[in-house]
DNA sequence: TCTGGGGTCCTAGGACCC
DNA sequence: TCTGGGGTCCTAGGACCC
């Protein structure tokens, strides 16, 4: 098999950089993306906008989004925007406004696809792209073809993103954010243990807060270290499935294909609530954020034309727990009633004595409502007796029922 | 001034079946 | 009375990512 070429493209500090777009005044500002509406910019009378500042929020929201100039006072996404406006407080305030960078997401994606059509969709503001057999790439490693990318997304939204290039996934994810902003790296396999190893672990996707921090704890800090790290001793303090994945990609190998296709899995509402909210004592107001998370929740599905089978809630307490509860329902549904029921019953089952911090609803077990609705329509009348082998047993079902004597007779 | 909202995947244990 | 092993489905929690 011939080596795979892999770019990973990111856009650079994108909600903010769509937002500088819009109040090209503020190039060059510390700017923070975050909170809810009620900070949007006034037009003044004379052109131009007034801003709030980071030092007049108050609340309990995060930063979604830093300006790299905010960046500068130590700011970055999910910090506290309390905290942050510690750091900045003359920072400028601007609220999120999804509609608006999805709209930018898809005319970067469009951009990209129209050169590299086979795309992974790695959520709003980052694509994987498989370049390998693309024309172009075969003299320059992928680097006239990576130089498209950048124009053409910049042609497409005048937004700047950095990429990397190189035999895998997991490479070229490191690479793109090796030269940020504005940013192109390119790296062959035999450049690992200069490049790469000399790189925190941490900068592997898929090693986190907790893992570095026992890796730490065992004197592996850098990407290097781990490499060199005994595989089976690996496999013995990690568990057999991380340990090992842990080796492979010190190590640079990544096997995972460039997926351009693939269906949800879930799809939740959550609300974090402005002041912690007991169940006895502020039961009337709960009860409606929870039915409004649940019809949210169905419109979402039925947007996206998909239907339930689990629902599950979640909950978070004032001390930061994390309790949740789920049940399967009979049916497949995107019904709001019916999710909130469920959804009830579900409540039922947890201790409400703490104040609550937020609340959530997932609905899972996914099926197109397409699909569900051909099912639907495979199903005999009530009443009637069923087919032996039925529409709706799952696929090969009708083999294994035919084996099924076999396996009774051989059972116990 | 602590710590959002939307996801994915993995693990472990129990129920239940053969 | 104790002893099996595999498989599927389901729940709960946790790590991680954007």
Redesign the pocket.
Known sequence: MPPRLIAHLDMDAFYASVELLRYPDLAGEPVVIGGGRRHAPEPLPGGGFRYARLRDY?????V?TASYAARAFGVH??M?M??A??LAPQAVLLPTDFERYREFSRRFKAAAAAIAPRIED?????IYLDLSGLPGTAGDGGRAVAQALKAAVFEATGLRCSIGVAPNKLLA?ICSDLDKPDGLTLLAADEIPTRIWPLPARK?????????ERLAGFGIHRIGELAAADPAWLVETF????GAWLHEAAHGRDERPVVTH?E?????????FERDLHAVRDRATLSALFTELCVKLAG?LQRKGYVA??V?IKLRFDD?R???????LPAHTADAAEIRRAAGQ?LK?VDLSRRL??L?V?AA?LLPAAEAARRAAALPPRGETLPLFDARA?AGGAESAEEAPL??AS??
């Open positions: 108050a609340g309990r929201g995060v979604t996404s999910a506290g309390m905290k406006a510690q790695r959520g709003i503001d980052e994810k592997i996707n898929g090693i986190g807060p907790k893992a570095s568990g057999r499935s991380y693939s949800p899995v879930s799809i939740s509402r959550e609300t974090t979402d089978r689990n599950a930061f994390i309790v949740s509860r789920a049940v399967t579900c089952r911090r937020l959530g997932r077990a799952p396996f009774e059972a116990d």
